[in-house]
C-alpha cells in the first residue's frame, strides 16, 4: 500500500551527492598540507641522522681550529656512503655539510641538495658551534662558515631551517 501523505524516510541522493561534494572540497584542502608535513618530516630526519657527521666537525674545529675541506679531512666516508633513507649522499665541503636527497625520499626532494653549515666565534673555539640549516640566520658576534647551496623549496624546509630573522621597521 502507498501511503500519499507519508513523510519521506531517509537521505535523499541529492542530500548524500552534497554530502559527498563537502568530502571531497575538505580532502582536497587537506591533502596538499599532509603532504608538506610528510616532506618536512623527512627533512627533519635526515638532519637528526648525521650527528656523528657534525660530531667529527665540531672535534677538527676544536683540535686543529680549521674546519675540514671534505670528507677526507672530517674523517668520514666518501659521500656517496653516507646515505639513509632519504639521503643519498652527504658531503663536507669547507666545514659545511652538503646533503642530497633521494632513494625513498619524496619526489618533491630527490636530487635536491641542503646546507647545514657551521658558525663560530672567530678567535674562541672553546666557544661551541651553531649549526645552520639553510637559510638560517647566523646568531650575533658569530661568522658562518662554508655556502648555502640549498635549494630545497622553503615551504619544505623545517622551522630550524627557514630564515625567521626579525624584518627590520620601516622608518
Known amino acids: 500500500m502507498n501511503r500519499p501523505n507519508a513523510a519521506p524516510r531517509g537521505f535523499t541522493l541529492l542530500e548524500?551527492?552534497?554530502?559527498?561534494?563537502?568530502?571531497a572540497i575538505l580532502s582536497m584542502m587537506a591533502i596538499p598540507s599532509y603532504r608538506d608535513r610528510i616532506?618536512?618530516?623527512q627533512v627533519a630526519d635526515a638532519l637528526d641522522g648525521l650527528?656523528?657527521?657534525?660530531?667529527?666537525?665540531d672535534a677538527r674545529y676544536v683540535a686543529t681550529k680549521t674546519f675540514p675541506a671534505d670528507n677526507v679531512e672530517a674523517g668520514l666516508p666518501p659521500p656517496d656512503k653516507i646515505v639513509s633513507n632519504h639521503l643519498s649522499s652527504v658531503a663536507v665541503a669547507?666545514?659545511?655539510?652538503?646533503?642530497?636527497?633521494g632513494n625513498a625520499a619524496d619526489a618533491a626532494l630527490k636530487g635536491k641538495r641542503l646546507s647545514w653549515r657551521p658558525a663560530f666565534v672567530e678567535g674562541y673555539p672553546q666557544?661551541?658551534?651553531v649549526w645552520l640549516c639553510a637559510a638560517a640566520p647566523v646568531p650575533g658576534?658569530?661568522?658562518?662558515?662554508g655556502d648555502d647551496v640549498t635549494d630545497v623549496p622553503a615551504r619544505y624546509l623545517p622551522l630550524r631551517c627557514q630564515n625567521t630573522a626579525p624584518k627590520p621597521k620601516a622608518g
Open 16 to 23: 548524500l551527492m552534497v554530502v559527498v561534494v563537502v568530502i
Open 51 to 57: 650527528a656523528f657527521a657534525r660530531g667529527a666537525i
Open 94 to 101: 669547507d666545514g659545511a655539510l652538503v646533503l642530497v636527497f
Open 39 to 41: 616532506v618536512r618530516k
Open 141 to 145: 658576534n658569530m661568522t658562518a662558515q
Open 127 to 129: 666557544v661551541p658551534l
